[in-house]
């Protein structure tokens, strides 16, 4: 499933894509280009951007929330495919957005080796791990980069100062536009890190935010998520009582009909069955009228 952050990653490099160039260090002109390689894989990359020096090249960056023992292969499959379809070098660069993205094996650098040894391949490729920048990394660059700026090396205590720097620049160089979704993009990031309870405090302020479109949607897709998540965890309650009791009425139940069980999600169906668990004498005869 698609999550929020998702999203903000890609379409921030796609509304700033000179600044997230600076982000990692290129300084020339750039442009945002088409990330799909759906011919070849299924997946596309999450952002690739054409940098238009006298020898143009392309820029691939890759958002990572959670740790991938794939990646380092991954990304060489997209730097890779990248390069045949726009017949340009290319540049990976995988952004960790937090610690439990990070893992040993992640390096820089990809070696792959014959059987006996042999390295046949050598692939390399650039890490950034944000909670290791200090905030001040972000707060110089430009504004599209700027709701990373929670996620670097910044205790909570920082983190109300850090705000109000953010906000001075969302002043200074946004427009109304574009502030009310920088600061939503903030609260979404947020979010990897912070209960939604402390964000939402953190960020209590800022008007902008509370007033955008897509941070009252992201709220309800909260919402919703939890009541689904309730509903859910009381269908599984449902089911475990069923299957106990039954259980103990019927014998142990078959894969079949724990399929069954599994199927029901209407409440008004469990204590159905409940109430005629006394009247019937097999499971068979208890799930016969679902069929």
Same mark, same amino acid.
């Given at each position: 499933?698609?999550?929020?952050?998702?999203?903000?990653?890609?379409?921030?490099?796609?509304?700033?894509?000179?600044?997230?160039?600076?982000?990692?260090?290129?300084?020339? *002109?750039?442009?945002?280009?088409?990330?799909? =390689?759906? !011919?070849?894989?299924? /997946?596309?990359?999450? $952002? +690739?951007? &054409?940098?238009?020096?006298?020898?143009?090249?392309?820029?691939?960056?890759?958002?990572?929330?959670?740790?991938?023992?794939?990646?380092?292969?991954?990304?060489?499959?997209?730097?890779?495919?990248?390069?045949?379809?726009?017949?340009?070098?290319?540049?990976?660069?995988?952004?960790?957005?937090?610690?439990?993205?990070?893992?040993?094996?992640?390096?820089?650098?990809?070696?792959?080796?014959?059987?006996?040894?042999?390295?046949?391949?050598?692939?390399?490729?650039?890490?950034?791990?944000?909670?290791?920048?200090? *905030?001040?990394?972000?707060?110089?660059?430009? =504004?599209? !980069?700027?709701?990373? /700026?929670?996620?670097? $090396? +910044?205790? &909570?205590?920082?983190?109300?100062?850090?705000?109000?720097?953010?906000?001075?620049?969302?002043?200074?160089?946004?427009?109304?536009?574009?502030?009310?979704?920088?600061?939503?993009?903030?609260?979404?990031?947020?979010?990897?890190?912070?209960?939604?309870?402390?964000?939402?405090?953190?960020?209590?302020?800022?008007?902008?935010?509370?007033?955008?479109?897509?941070?009252?949607?992201?709220?309800?897709?909260?919402?919703?998520?939890?009541?689904?998540?309730?509903?859910?965890?009381?269908?599984?309650?449902?089911?475990?009582?069923?299957?106990?009791?039954?259980?103990?009425?019927?014998?142990?139940?078959?894969?079949?009909?724990?399929?069954?069980?599994?199927?029901?999600?209407?409440?008004?169906?469990?204590?159905?069955?409940?109430?005629?668990?006394?009247?019937?004498?097999?499971?068979?005869?208890?799930?016969?009228?679902?069929?």
């Amino acid at each position: 499933m698609s999550k929020p952050y998702d999203a903000i990653l890609k379409h921030l490099p796609e509304d700033y894509p000179q600044d997230w160039a600076q982000f990692v260090g290129v300084n020339g *002109p750039v442009s945002v280009i088409d990330a799909d =390689i759906s !011919t070849v894989t299924a /997946a596309a990359a999450d $952002k +690739v951007l &054409r940098v238009d020096e006298p020898d143009p090249w392309i820029l691939h960056l890759e958002f990572q929330a959670g740790h991938d023992a794939t990646l380092s292969r991954r990304l060489l499959n997209y730097n890779v495919l990248l390069g045949v379809r726009h017949a340009l070098p290319v540049r990976s660069v995988a952004i960790l957005l937090r610690p439990r993205a990070d893992g040993k094996d992640l390096t820089g650098s990809l070696q792959c080796k014959l059987p006996r040894g042999k390295t046949y391949l050598e692939f390399e490729y650039d890490l950034i791990r944000l909670w290791q920048l200090p *905030p001040e990394a972000i707060l110089e660059g430009g =504004i599209g !980069t700027l709701p990373l /700026a929670p996620l670097t $090396k +910044v205790s &909570r205590l920082q983190l109300p100062n850090l705000v109000r720097e953010m906000a001075k620049r969302f002043d200074r160089d946004g427009g109304r536009a574009a502030v009310d979704s920088l600061w939503t993009a903030t609260y979404v990031l947020l979010g990897l890190e912070y209960p939604k309870e402390f964000a939402n405090q953190l960020l209590r302020g800022v008007r902008s935010m509370k007033e955008s479109v897509t941070y009252q949607a992201i709220l309800e897709e909260g919402r919703e998520l939890g009541r689904e998540v309730g509903r859910e965890e009381g269908r599984e309650e449902a089911r475990r009582i069923l299957l106990a009791l039954g259980t103990k009425r019927f014998g142990k139940p078959s894969t079949k009909i724990r399929r069954a069980v599994a199927g029901i999600t209407e409440p008004a169906v469990f204590e159905g069955l409940a109430v005629r668990m006394l009247d019937v004498e097999s499971w068979t005869e208890l799930l016969a009228e679902m069929e």
